[in-house]
């Protein structure tokens, strides 16, 4: 899928260097342009998914266990997003921890979007599906027109990150309006609807390697998918047997994916994994 560089094991500080001893300093000073999201590799797509579980978990949690309702629900996760998001702004690089409690909070909060407006206004799946399609395709070609690019290599400026997360946001919201459409529709059951989705990314993939489908829109439409196919998985597990799941219960499935992301995030942090070299601009760029 598509590729999208980061920070090195430079240091996070350093914003200027110099080539050696001998060359003209006027000529070859530059700064560093850090991304600030992860490199796409394997560790991306299996925290990805595991997010996705855990906002299908999360949220039914909230609203069920707990009693809060998808209204205070919503409001609550709503303004932890937007504290996290903060954060993630003010960081001058990628930080695994802040980058990835935002997708996990971003994850629960287009699931709410979507259930609000499902079963709180009653608005139709086939109508959020597309409204949200339509939705995510402005922000595409706001984001394109305006930096002539959707390229995740380099989401280093504010404006494009705010692209960014604002087409993750709808992304999540898609990937729930369509998937829970799908799963209505065709009552395929968790496990099939996780398998149908799961082969409708490795398509994606074949189309991307073996037809040179553009990257870009690979990663994108991947990234749609496996919203549906994480909340699949966390239905198959969270579920009572009687319904076709695992019975192992909203509580015990998020705790269990919550630590996992956790220990991944961990080990990425340390071994910086999935993080590439910073763009190197001149000093009056």
């Known amino acids: 899928m598509a590729r999208s560089g980061t920070m090195t094991a430079d240091i996070p500080g350093a914003v200027e260097a110099q080539e050696p001893f001998g060359t003209d300093p006027a000529a070859t000073r530059y700064r560093l342009r850090w991304n600030k999201v992860p490199e796409v590799t394997v560790y991306f797509w299996v925290i990805k998914v595991l997010c996705t579980t855990v906002g299908e978990t999360a949220a039914d949690l909230l609203n069920e266990k707990l009693g809060m309702g998808l209204t205070g629900v919503s409001l609550l996760m709503s303004v932890l997003l937007a504290a996290v998001l903060v954060a993630q702004f003010r960081t ?26 499902t079963d709180n206004l009653g608005v139709p799946l086939e109508a959020s599906t597309v409204a949200f399609a339509i939705a995510l395709l402005v922000v595409f070609v706001a984001w394109y027109r305006s930096e002539r690019t959707l390229s995740i290599h380099h989401v280093d400026t504010t404006r494009r990150e705010s692209f960014y997360w604002l087409a993750v946001l709808f992304t999540f919201a898609l990937g729930t309006a ?79 994916f919550l630590a996992v992301i956790l220990g991944m995030v961990v080990f990425l942090t340390v071994t910086r994994r999935d993080v590439s070299e910073p763009e190197r601009l001149p000093k009056h760029a």
């Open 92 to 117: 001058a690089v990628y930080r695994p921890g802040v980058y990835w409690l935002a997708v996990a909070l971003i994850s629960v909060v287009g699931t709410l979007i979507s259930d609000n407006l």
């Open 178 to 256: 369509a998937g829970d459409l799908v799963a209505e529709r065709m009552d395929l059951g968790y496990w099939i609807s996780a398998g149908l989705f799961a082969l409708a990314i490795a398509a994606v993939a074949v189309a991307h390697f073996a037809l040179g489908l553009d990257a870009v829109w690979s990663f994108w439409i991947a990234y749609i998918l496996t919203r549906p196919l994480g909340a699949s998985i966390g239905d198959y597990l969270s579920q009572p047997t009687g319904d076709g799941g695992l019975g192992l219960g909203t509580v015990i499935t998020s705790v269990l």
